[in-house]
């Protein structure tokens, strides 16, 4: 199966579109086993399936002539396993009985909206945060208002700024430190 595959992938990264149903027919069977058993749900399994074999469509030029293709497919299979794992993992939401979320506003201090007494923010207070983060510099500074006043992932602030998830937890990071000193707190 090995030189057979090897060769239908080499075919397809040709352009050769029969190679691919070809390919697809000899692995998609075992493949779809190892699915199954991963998720434990045959419509999840049919789903990670063809997201699959589109991954290897889509890295098609990163494919490595002579190289066996079918630990290469397993690796994409899993990494797509693991993505939509994590995603339905993030999915999870508890709501009431009443299958509604309370909608809450925030102040830009974190603090609910028209909150009074002990633990309403010092306005004065805002006021310095808000002139510290104007001292960051531009990418810290995005870094910070996205992650922490927009309330965005890692991920998301990456996709939003054109950077990687990497170098905006840097940033995110830089931008905290800088905060906290800036306002006189522990670096």
Do not use: C, N
């Not at 086993?33 to 399936?49: E, K, T």
């Not at 693991?82 to 299958?99: F, G, H, N, T």
């Not at 310095?128 to 983060?133: D, G, S, T």
């Not at 602030?157 to 522990?186: D, F, S």
């Amino acid at each position: 199966m090995t030189a057979e595959a090897t060769q239908l992938m080499e075919r397809y990264v040709d352009g050769d579109a029969g190679a691919f149903r070809e390919l697809y027919q000899l692995l998609a069977p075992r493949l779809y086993g190892y699915l199954v058993r991963m998720a434990r749900d045959r419509a999840v399994a049919d789903d990670l399936l063809q997201l699959t074999f589109l991954k290897v469509h889509r890295a098609r030029s990163a494919y490595v002539r002579g190289a066996d293709p079918v630990p290469w497919i397993y690796a994409i299979a899993h990494r797509t396993f693991l993505d939509e794992a994590r995603r339905l993992q993030r999915a999870v939401v508890s709501v009431s009985k009443e299958e509604e979320l309370p909608e809450v506003r925030a102040q830009i201090t974190g603090e609910p909206e028209g909150a009074d007494g002990p633990q309403a923010a010092d306005p004065e207070l805002a006021r310095a945060a808000l002139a510290a983060l104007e001292t960051l510099p531009p990418q810290q500074r995005e870094a910070v208002v996205l992650t922490k006043l927009d309330g965005k992932s890692i991920a998301e602030a990456a996709e939003i700024a054109g950077t990687t998830p990497g170098a905006m937890k840097v940033r995110a990071h830089r931008g905290y430190v800088a905060l906290r000193k800036a306002l006189g707190g522990p670096e």
